[in-house]
């Protein structure tokens, strides 16, 4: 209980610090990449805090600075702090509306940029989808959790469309990203921290300029087949390790 006290109030003050610095830069920054600054230091915070090592692996698999769509699986909070503060690429991130109304937090990602997604698949979603897939095309990066939330029980869920639909407007290479250990430290419906060891492992790039909207279906199969492999590799090396 101490150490999950002590773990959220450097979350709380860093969202805090952070989130004004932030704002302060967002007028004069209006691609966002001071702000991106600050969001990595923001993740690096919640790691350390908590004792969370990170071990990537992969990173020679990507050639040039992108644009990319990165696509990882998600299995707890963690996730977000392990690639912002471990993923070397400037990067928005592809976020459920929900998110956005969260006090501060919410405001700070709207500064940076961050695009906002309704799951009811709404005029203003079709029109965010285009306004994504353009900026994209002009060389922003982006990071989506296709499963659209944590894992309940640690499987990898069924995958939504949307980032695929992104994908395939763009025009541009999807990174499929296999994350283990965030659940064992802060899993889904649960506030308690714990410490430990989070392992990505990055893929080869998807390359989706030959696909159209109804090559969606194969495109999914995939990349999920891609993460699902390599998140079973890393989950048993971590065992292996453990005994």
Partial sequence: MIRTIFVWSCIVVA?????????????????????HHYARLWGKVALLANRVKVKIKGMDRLNGKGPYIFMSNHQGSYDIFALLGHLPYQFK??????????????????????????????????????DAAQKIREGMS??????GSRSKDGSI???????????????VPIVPI????????????????????????????IETQHYSSKDREPLMKKVRETISKNFELISQERSEEKR
């Fill in 15 to 35: 969202t805090l610090i952070l989130g004004l610095f932030a704002f302060t830069t967002y007028p004069f920054d209006r691609k966002g990449r001071v702000v």
């Fill in 93 to 130: 991130w592809l976020a459920k509306k929900e998110l956005f109304s969260i006090p501060f937090l919410g405001w700070t990602m709207a500064a940076a940029g961050y695009i906002r997604i309704d799951r009811e698949g709404t005029r203003e979603t079709v029109e965010a989808m285009n």
């Fill in 142 to 147: 982006v990071v989506i959790f296709p499963e």
């Fill in 157 to 171: 869920q069924p995958f939504k469309k949307g980032g695929f639909t992104l994908a395939i407007k763009a025009k």
């Fill in 178 to 205: 296999s994350i283990s250990g965030s659940r064992d430290i802060m899993p889904k419906d649960k506030l308690t921290a714990a410490p430990g060891e989070i392992r990505m492992l990055i893929d080869h790039p």
